[in-house]
């Protein structure tokens, strides 16, 4: 008995040394993120643009060996500008991290082109317009740059209003893309708050200010509203395309009801310029720029102990399914 309580004591003792040990552990990384949030870096105070214009970012060699630099931007996943919050700062989403790389070519007088390597599905229409301009300002900040983008397995709604700065669109054999339009949803539970004796108590200045409240029927007026929105957000949608694609816009309106196509149904109908794979890509880049080959880079963040800690983060796996950060934005957002 004697023995079984000293083994007890053991284990007890044991676990607390545990838990303090984590606690301890945490304690430093979140001091030490603290910490290292406010360590100047290594930018000189002259520096010609600011940490936003010309982002810290180490350029790795990727692929080829011709004069011409280029810089491979990948745009992944959900388009959204918003990242993920963590104990050390916001942790930067794929789209975050794709508008610096472009903002960091951009400033850059040695880069010529860019190669776009996008697999996505689409997203938030503002983020997929601010990447588009990002795009369009790195062609006019030096004489005869190129942009190409390559299709991975999907490319649609918004990654393709980012893809139409390209001055070629290419897809692989089994890519998808199109679903040209706008939508925004909601949820209308009014039946089921009713049968569960949920009643909803809005107090508002106006008769639409609470617009979309899932415990209320939508009014005509309200539809009207907001299908004028999504009717003038959906023009511009259009528009572009028919600009950059050099098509009629009646006949991009024809294929632009949401619909997803084949990258043969894309060349065809003038979406994409032709199929092929990386390696085309990356010769469709040097004919543009008039050259034998181009030299890829691609950008990594500066290795510091505060990004390694930072990315070292928990993963949410709930953000990862919805594709963004904020819950209840999922309810109620302009979606390409």
Known sequence: MASERKRFRGCLWGLLALFALMILVGTVILLAGMALRHVPGHRPENAAWGADEYPDLSEVWAYGSGE????????????????????????QSSSQLALMAIRRATRDADVRGLILDIDSGGGGITASDILYKALMDFREAGEGRVIVAIFGDVAASGAYYIAIAADHIMARPTSITGSIGVLMQSLNMRQLG?????????????????????LQDMTEEQRQLLQGIIDELYTRFVTLVAERRELPETRVREIADGRVITATEAVRDGLVDDIGYWDDAMRTTAELLEVDAVKVYRYEEEFSIYSFLKGAQHWNPANALLGRTDGARFLYHWQL
């Open 68 to 91: 011409a630099k280029v810089v491979t931007v990948p745009i992944r996943g959900f388009i959204t500008l918003d990242g993920s919050s963590g104990i050390l700062g916001d942790v």
């Open 194 to 214: 009713e049968k569960l004796g949920i009643h909803d108590v809005t107090i508002k200045s106006g008769r639409n200010k609470d617009i979309l409240n899932p």
